[in-house]
């Protein structure tokens, strides 16, 4: 049972590229969510998702889009990299129901610099 | 729109119990509280929730006033490894669509 598993764990991008940032779970999750934690700042909801085929928008969803094809995976695409996108990117699943459950499980984060 | 007020840092020495209050005055009436704490750039880490009773598990305790407008996340014995940032959360529990949404928490540092 590996969890939440984001890759990479370290990534830099330079200003203009795109690129997509893996999330995974096997704990059969119905919800899925992207944040992103800039230094000494707290967490921010980029993009969520309650189910295969439904996405939203958190807090901070611009340059940044989603889609959720299947239970297991949540990818993250970057556009067109900004400096401002430098940041720390935590995904994170949980059943739909908190009784009995465990909260959201996040994975350990993948931390992209953009030059 | 901030639903829960915590302070932003506290001290604990070492040994003693570590109570990180949370005022959350709006709370609805389907709305629990989670409590989570993310340890120097790790992901959060989930603790304990509840609706309206006391809740104990391995990690700590939740205590919810009568009234919900607040309540207390207790760490019996707070170890030098308990140093993290908390974060009181209150969301809909049982239906509903909204996501899970940090504040800046309380940073609490567990003194030797």
């Known amino acids: 049972n590996a969890g939440v598993t984001q890759t990479p764990k370290f990534q830099v991008l330079k200003t203009g590229q795109s690129m997509t940032l893996q999330c995974a779970q096997d704990?059969?999750?119905?919800?899925m969510s992207w944040y992103r934690q800039d230094p000494g700042m707290g967490l921010r909801l980029i993009h969520y998702?309650?189910?295969?085929?439904?996405?939203d928008q958190g807090e901070v969803p611009n340059g940044y889009n989603v889609s959720r094809s299947t239970t297991e995976d949540f990818p993250l695409r970057l556009l067109s990299a900004a400096p401002s996108q430098t940041s720390v990117y935590f995904c994170?699943?949980?059943?739909?129901?908190?009784?009995?459950?465990?909260?959201?499980?996040f994975g350990s984060g993948t931390r992209l610099t953009v030059v | 729109d901030a639903k829960t007020t915590q302070p932003p840092s506290m001290d604990c020495a070492e040994g003693r119990a570590a109570n990180l209050p949370c005022n959350h005055s709006?709370?609805?009436?389907?709305?629990?509280v989670y409590w989570y704490r993310q340890i120097h750039s790790q992901g959060p880490q989930y603790i304990i929730h509840?609706?309206?009773n006391n809740e104990t598990n391995e990690m700590a305790s939740l205590i919810i006033t009568e009234d919900r407008k607040s309540s207390t996340l207790i760490l019996p014995h707070a170890t030098l490894r308990d140093t993290a940032v908390y974060y009181c959360?209150?969301?809909?529990?049982?239906?509903?669509?909204?996501?899970?949404?940090f504040g800046k928490g309380t940073r609490l540092s567990v003194i030797a």
């Open positions: 994170a699943s949980s059943y739909s129901s908190p009784t009995g459950a465990r909260g959201y499980t």
């Open positions: 704990m059969n999750h119905e919800y």
């Open positions: 998702s309650v189910g295969a085929g439904i996405t």
């Open positions: 709006t709370i609805s009436g389907n709305e629990y």
């Open positions: 509840g609706l309206k």
């Open positions: 959360i209150v969301r809909p529990g049982l239906s509903g669509n909204t996501p899970l949404v």
